[in-house]
């Protein structure tokens, strides 16, 4: 169970260290805490649905590395699998036995025909998308422009860091294209080819590409959107995506999140979606650190050696990697009552916190799909967030007061309303009772 401690001491004399030796003291923003306040827990250790920090305290874990640990932590199979890797070296600079069986695995469970591996899920979608450029402009047809949905997240590539203009679709007059980066360090040049969609808008993006279709090489979405809370497409926006191949772009699904998630052929399997270029990360590496690409075979032997793409990685296949990515995807196909037991869990955690807020009375509207689940603190019927605009109406600080409110009873949720929480299969009816059991207290907190 759970053990909390009011000491925050070794976290904040760690956080202190690492600020003086790393920007904003983290490797990777969210952790920091900025967005919801307070010091971000140092972890000292995890397993099965539980982290405990250096101050010892411990908490139910929904955050699961974002994403990759659908097992839960140290999970006996695939800590089997890396040691008997290590037994044989750490990295050949050369292909080996394990990266032919993680490919051959993938392409069988996802149904597509190549795949290139990475070691992250940026490589991946920023390699896919110069595969989609290199591919569709054979001969010269100037196909350059990606389009992507305000709120979808596809990793930090320059490209990709682009802002909506909140008008952009709206307004098509002129400012069609012009979206701004939304990081420092970005060119607008770059930013100028990336053009920026409303998810969820068939319309928009039939406008776009009726406008400048024969221009764009890409259409690069999450096809459940975890990166703004969690957005569900209606099927009229899925079949608006399709409809951008038959203007000649490439549709490429970012199942970097939701890839072996929402089921063994991600949300691809689970909506019925034909893309032709796929992206994965998380849990395709098993909590190491492995990212893919993949599709159509056409497409991909466009990729170097064998074609005139090039994309490269010195650790890419990493042996380690391969092996816990084979142990990981194993290990979920060989249990086929996991995802709907994944899906139980969530299914009774978001009813729980849709009945503990409404007693507190604290409007929340709830997102969930498979093992995927977004509480936006707004007053909107559940399910009807739909896109970036409306999430973003969200009481962020509320958000952040019962985010407190579970760290402080032992529940690690995301730190931020803008995230999805992930389910493991390590997560029990016991975590279940001692999770809403915090919910509830820290939803009547809020109004006390
Ligand atoms: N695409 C999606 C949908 C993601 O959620 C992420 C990361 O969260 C990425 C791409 C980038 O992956 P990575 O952080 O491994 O570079």
Known sequence: MTQTTSSTAQSE???????????????????????????PRFIREAHGAYL????????????????????GHDHPAVRE???????????????????????ELVTRLTGTQKVRFTSSGTEATMSALRL?????NQG???????????GNYHGHADGLLVEAGSGLMTNLDGALGASAPSSAGVPEEYAA??????????AALDTLMAERGAEVAAVIFEPVVGNAGVLIPTPEFLAALHRVQEAGALLIADEVMTGFRLSLNGATGLLGLRPDLTCWGKIIGGGLPVGAYGGRADVMDFVSPQGPVYQAGTLSGNPLAMAAGLATLRTLEADPGLYERLEAYTVRLADGLKEAA?????????????????????????GSVRNYTQASRSDTQGFGRWFQGLLSRGIYWAPSQFESIFVSASHTSAELAATLEAARAAFAALNS
């Open 193 to 202: 080819l990336t053009l920026v969609c409303e998810y969820n808008d068939p």
């Open 358 to 382: 409404a007693e507190a009375d604290v409007p929340i509207s709830v997102n969930r799909i498979g093992s995927m689940l977004t509480p936006f603190f707004q007053d909107a019927p559940h």
């Open 52 to 71: 405990t920090d250096v101050d010892g305290a411990r908490y139910i874990d929904y955050i699961g590395s974002w994403g990759p640990m659908i097992l």
């Open 81 to 103: 699998a890396i040691s008997d890797a290590l037994q044989y070296g750490t990295s050949f600079g050369a292909p080996g036995e394990r990266e032919v069986e993680l490919a």
């Open 132 to 136: 989609a450029r290199g591919f569709t």
């Open 140 to 150: 010269g047809t100037g196909r350059k422009l990606i389009v992507k949905f305000r």
């Open 13 to 39: 004399a760690l956080f202190a260290r690492a600020r003086a030796v790393t920007p904003g003291g983290v490797n990777s923003p969210v952790r920091a805490f900025k967005s919801v306040g307070g010091t």
